[in-house]
């Protein structure tokens, strides 16, 4: 069974200061891995997607995840938020045999002045 | 840009009423999901539905729910007699095509509360 974790519930970091939100899943079979973020009274906007190829991933808005096989991780990161980045980010599996997404608790990053 | 729209944002209703949630797919989406997110849970599949049938459900997906495309344009998900237990967040999904890796677009959610 797959599974989805995203260990930080909250994350508050200063303006123009470095994230990372972390994602770690399961799965038995292979992969694409997605991070969703929701801003307030909006639905879930993809901000980038992992399917194969480069482990690198650039979405929007500068955000950039990088897929670790090893690790079992997706982790997402930026160099230098924004106020506007205050949202809730969730990370989200798919795999072979499905059309679901399996998704973690949501992230809820907090950019502060 | 084209968006999925869910109606209403809020629904209160009471244990053993009958709500119905409705969603409008991005329209030239053939592929509609729908999910939940009970307060502090994770967001949960619930079913998939293409071409006027179910395609994927899960386990929570049981004979209380119901899922109808009315209409060209209406998504409906209705919950038959409501439990404490079915309050979340509800949201509505559509893609263009059917397949792991295909990117789901969501609307914005309903809050169903129940009394």
């Known amino acids: 069974a797959q599974s989805v974790t995203q260990l930080d519930s909250q994350v508050p970091v200063f303006e123009e200061a470095p994230v990372e939100l972390r994602c770690n899943y399961s799965s038995s079979v292979s992969v694409y891995l997605f991070w969703y973020v929701q801003y307030p009274n909006q639905g879930l906007q993809l901000l980038l997607k992992?399917?194969?190829?480069?482990?690198l991933v650039k979405g929007i808005n500068g955000f950039e995840a990088e897929f670790n096989k090893s690790q079992t991780s997706f982790h997402l990161r930026k160099p230098s938020v924004h106020i506007s980045d205050t949202a809730e980010y969730f990370c989200?599996?798919?795999?072979?045999?499905?059309?679901?997404?399996?998704f973690g608790t949501g992230t809820r990053l907090k950019v502060l002045a | 840009e084209p968006e999925v729209t869910q109606t209403p944002s809020h629904q209160v209703t009471q244990m053993g009423q009958e709500v119905i949630l409705r969603c409008v797919p991005i329209?030239?989406?053939?592929?509609f999901y729908w999910y939940r997110q009970i307060l502090g849970q994770k967001v949960e599949f619930l079913v998939s539905?293409?071409?006027?049938?179910?395609?994927?459900k899960s386990e929570i997906f049981d004979d209380q729910f119901s899922v109808e495309r009315p209409d060209g344009s209406n998504f409906t998900l209705k919950i038959r007699s409501t439990k404490l237990e079915d309050s979340a967040m509800y949201f509505c999904?559509?893609?263009?095509?059917?397949?792991?890796?295909?990117?789901?677009?969501f609307g914005p959610g309903t809050r169903l509360l129940v009394l």
């Open positions: 539905f293409y071409n006027n049938e179910i395609s994927e």
């Open positions: 999904a559509s893609s263009e095509a059917h397949g792991t890796g295909v990117t789901q677009y």
């Open positions: 989200a599996v798919s795999s072979t045999g499905t059309y679901k997404y399996i």
């Open positions: 329209s030239n989406h053939l592929y």
């Open positions: 992992y399917l194969s190829g480069s482990t």
